[in-house]
């Protein structure tokens, strides 16, 4: 029997007892009556394209964005550095093009894609080797997954541009070197879902 002055401290000495023991059931071990609740993070697809080397040259196109300038002088090579982030299942490709077509029907510019040398992680793209480029857009690397070929010279993939003479012309017309041309080409990083 419990005297009645007494009742207030055993009413709070209960509901101390009965608080102390719920507290202990959340600090029990994984498997002891413990749920766990699955947590899913969304991070948005993103891709940049990043171009390294000497004899670099750029100019901005309104509505198109920035282009390289080459002209027959510039045979230098260019390293193509990207990141990507897809969503599963998806992978991005690499696109070049010509920003316009200034160049004689004489004059071909060949483009050759080199493997990725392995400086970065991920799913790096696969290139398609050589290429004459055109104002049409032309897929140079595909597959791309999530990845990073990392930043610089001597990273992701090598690009080699050398300037022809078409066949279907007569090659004493043109002396190269002399001809004052340029060519804008432009990248663009596409999705393939």
């Not at 993070?41 to 000497?54: F, N, T, W």
Request: charge should be positive.
């Amino acid at each position: 029997m419990v005297l009645p002055g007494k009742r207030k401290y055993f009413s709070l000495y209960f509901l101390l007892i009965i608080g102390a023991y719920f507290l202990s059931a959340q600090n029990r071990m994984p498997g002891e009556n413990a749920a766990s609740l699955p947590i899913q993070l969304s991070i948005p697809s993103k891709a940049s394209i990043y171009l390294a080397g000497s004899d670099l040259k750029f100019s901005f196109v309104p509505g198109k964005g920035t282009e390289q300038i080459l002209t027959p002088k510039s045979v230098g090579k260019l390293w193509l550095n990207y990141s990507s982030l897809v969503e599963r299942y998806s992978t991005n490709a690499i696109c070049v093009s010509l920003s316009r077509n200034t160049l004689p029907a004489e004059i071909l510019i060949r483009l050759k894609i080199g493997p990725d040398v392995g400086a970065g992680a991920g799913m790096v793209g696969k290139p398609s080797g050589s290429i004459i480029l055109s104002t049409s857009p032309q897929p140079i690397v595909t597959n791309i997954g999530s990845c990073y070929t990392g930043l610089g010279v001597n990273k992701g993939h090598l690009l080699s541009f050398t300037w022809e003479m078409n066949p279907e012309y007569d090659p004493s017309d043109f002396v190269l070197d002399s001809l004052k041309i340029e060519a804008g080409v432009i990248y663009t990083i596409v999705s393939n879902e």
